[in-house]
């Protein structure tokens, strides 16, 4: 399936988000403040994924899309950095069958070549086991960077269409990494920072922002749902009037 752009067409606003994407941000400081290793933070940080994929799930999201690894989280302790490869091969391992089970879709986008071949090989076989579930897709941005996806879209975009001089928007959204998915409805950063750190910049064109200072680590079901009632209180225009949307909905 195709998706359109936000800025080429108005897409159905609908109760639900039918897209989350979320920064994990704050399980470094969650940790600290009890004392704990950061490693700690961001093994809690895992466990709290789980509860975020269900409930997203159960109040009928359709994709949910967390940015686990930047390509700038590389300037880390290189011990930390390894540390969080061990987690993420761990947490793959252990999660595989119980989301296959759930009728869940994994896809894990980023620049994967800079991983271990053996974490590569499990996520093609985890991407290939799950690819035919409909609950919910929930995509992995791992070695991401929203820069990276549009630079390694354009490349694709040039080599299919040499000697071209002209493009549309149509023709370098289908390369980009989450071109499976529609752009996001809801994006949700937790931690307390107010920046979207180089993740999907194509794709968050018209997205609702939304800023907690909730670390990642406790944010619950609880705290989606508040995430989710700021969203339904948005009023989306998509560059129209607020009396075109009243007259619309006569």
């Given amino acids: 399936m195709t ?3 936000s800025t080429q067409s108005v897409p159905e606003v609908l109760p639900v988000p039918r897209h989350i994407a979320i ?16 490693f700690a933070g961001h093994k809690r940080g895992v466990d709290m994924v789980e509860e975020i994929v269900e409930a997203c799930a159960s109040r009928g999201v359709e994709y949910l899309t967390l940015f686990a690894f930047s390509s700038e989280n590389w300037r880390r302790p290189p011990e930390e950095v390894s540390l969080l490869m061990t987690l993420f091969m761990k947490a793959l391992q252990g999660q595989l069958n119980k989301m296959h089970g759930n009728n869940i879709r994994l896809k894990v986008v980023g620049d994967l070549t800079a991983f271990d071949p053996k974490l590569q090989a499990m996520v093609a076989k985890a991407e290939q086991q799950t690819a035919a579930n409909t609950r919910l897709t929930l995509t992995i941005c791992a070695n ?33 990494a989450m ?39 406790a944010f619950n079901a609880a705290a989606l749902d508040l995430a989710i009632d700021s969203y339904r209180s948005r009023e989306r225009r998509f560059g129209r009037t607020s009396e075109q949307l009243t007259t619309q909905a006569i």
């Fill in 3 to 5: 998706y359109s752009s």
């Fill in 23 to 38: 920064i994990m941000d704050g399980n470094g400081r969650w940790a600290t403040k009890r004392l704990l290793p950061r």
């Fill in 144 to 176: 991401y960077g929203g820069r990276w996806d549009i630079m390694q879209a354009a490349g694709k975009m040039a080599l299919q269409n040499p000697g071209a001089t002209q493009f549309t928007e149509a023709d370098l959204a289908q390369h980009l």
């Fill in 179 to 217: 071109a499976y998915a529609p752009e996001p409805d809801l994006f949700i950063r937790t931690g307390g920072e107010q920046r979207i750190s180089n993740f999907l910049l194509w794709q968050l064109a018209y997205t609702e922002l939304y800023f907690t200072d909730t670390y990642w680590p």
